[in-house]
């Protein structure tokens, strides 16, 4: 008996394994396709609203370097939570140097040294000062200081004293924009001891 049933169990065994082989052979076959979930769908562009909260752009200034100057850069003037601010970069300074930057009362960078612009913009004709004091010129702003490959960021307040774009006299288009040599010390009267002038810009309303 025991020499009849064992030839068929083992036909069985081979029959089975042979079974086995021919399913593992159609996974192996079959494609493999992730299940469509959150993670694998396409992520949106995380830096499109990079300047979202930033303000409109209301206006522009494109320096330009005076005489023996390589002084030059672009500013842009915004309202940030409510208030002026200018924002852009300056290059061509001297590696870690600290300069005044003003708003000036002519839009005009005719002259080889800048002088066109004539002085600080003051329409409330008050005392020169810091922006951040009581008083001030309204084209008062912060220093600018350069890193060490001479270029500064700009991202400073402008006085509450002006506007852009209401067509009075305190408004700032068609003003100048000036980059000094010096720091501004925001105390000698009228310009800071701010020095000589090392480039200059018309404000121009933005497009």
């Given at each position: 008996?025991?020499?009849?049933?064992?030839?068929?169990?083992a036909m069985c065994v081979l029959g089975l394994a042979a079974c086995g082989s021919q399913d593992n052979a159609a996974?192996?076959?079959a494609p493999v396709t992730a299940p469509a979930t959150a993670d694998t769908q396409p992520?949106?562009?995380?830096?499109a609203s990079h300047d979202a909260g930033q303000g409109q752009v209301l206006a522009r200034a494109t320096l330009q370097p005076t005489k023996d100057s390589q002084v030059q850069g672009t500013i842009e003037f915004m309202q940030v939570d409510g208030k002026l601010h200018a924002m852009?970069?300056?290059s061509g300074l001297?590696?870690?140097?600290?300069?005044?930057?003003?708003?000036?009362?002519?839009?005009?960078?005719?002259?080889?040294?800048?002088?066109?612009?004539?002085?600080?913009f003051n329409p409330a004709s008050r005392d020169h000062g810091s922006v951040t004091g009581e008083v001030h010129h309204g084209g008062d702003m912060p220093n600018i200081v350069a890193d060490a490959d001479g270029n500064a960021r700009v991202h400073g307040p402008v006085s509450p004293s002006v506007n852009i774009g209401q067509g009075d006299g305190a408004d700032i288009i068609g003003r100048g924009l000036i980059v000094h040599a010096d720091p501004d010390d925001y105390t000698t009267q009228p310009t800071?001891?701010?020095?000589?002038?090392?480039?200059?810009?018309?404000i121009e309303a933005a497009q």
């Open positions: 008996m025991r020499l009849t049933l064992t030839p068929l169990i996974v192996e076959q992520a949106g562009d995380e830096h852009g970069q300056v001297a590696p870690r140097s600290e300069h005044g930057f003003h708003i000036h009362e002519k839009g005009d960078c005719s002259a080889p040294d800048g002088s066109s612009a004539g002085g600080h800071g001891n701010a020095g000589a002038r090392l480039a200059c810009a018309v």
